[in-house]
């Protein structure tokens, strides 16, 4: 269950020790957690996106956000985080060729999200509850935009990656911790 799997995740630093506890809290509180419908909060998955070397990574160029971004999307209902992340990644970037690397949560956080229009409807300034897996995939695979999520897909040497962001929370808060983690791993 993924409230265990949350529970049990050791964070990498403070920011994820706080937004852990938020996330659990916010579990035990909230029934409708992993539904869009609850416009305060809800669980979505992210990818960090590597070849098999490690060498490189994978972003889309995020419309809303106009900006280099990972991967990842809404739970809605979903309570395989893992499963969202690798069907945003495949969606988004077109990849199909993928491989967790683990099973495991690589990656916790909470993401503010500003209002902003989708469809022609307002969404309200909300969180993002969100769980991170790193993935591996084949970066021989065809890229494709996803005209509806992004303008652009993109692989990016390691250490571009994070500075390819114009977000400088995410530079400094997530990409770089994604990679900083990723370095433990060789």
Known sequence: MIRDEIAAYEPFNEQER????????FLDSNPDAFLRSNTLAHM??????????????LLVYHRLYDSWSWTG?????ETDLLGVA???VREET???HLRPVSTAIYSIESLTVDG??????YVSSHLHLNVTYLIEADEHDTLQ??????????????????????????????????????????
């Open 18 to 25: 706080r937004d852990r506890e938020l996330i659990l809290h």
């Open 44 to 57: 979505t998955a992210s990818a960090w996106v590597v070849n098999p070397a490690r060498d490189k990574v």
């Open 73 to 77: 999307g809404h739970a809605d209902g």
């Open 86 to 88: 690798l069907r945003e």
């Open 94 to 96: 077109g990849v199909q």
């Open 116 to 121: 902003h229009e989708k469809r022609g409807v």
């Open 145 to 186: 935009i996803c005209e509806a999520e992004n303008s652009g897909v993109r692989w990016f040497a390691r250490e571009e990656a994070p500075l390819a962001s114009s977000e400088p929370w995410f530079t400094e808060r997530i990409y770089k911790k994604l990679n900083e983690k990723l370095a433990l791993l060789d």
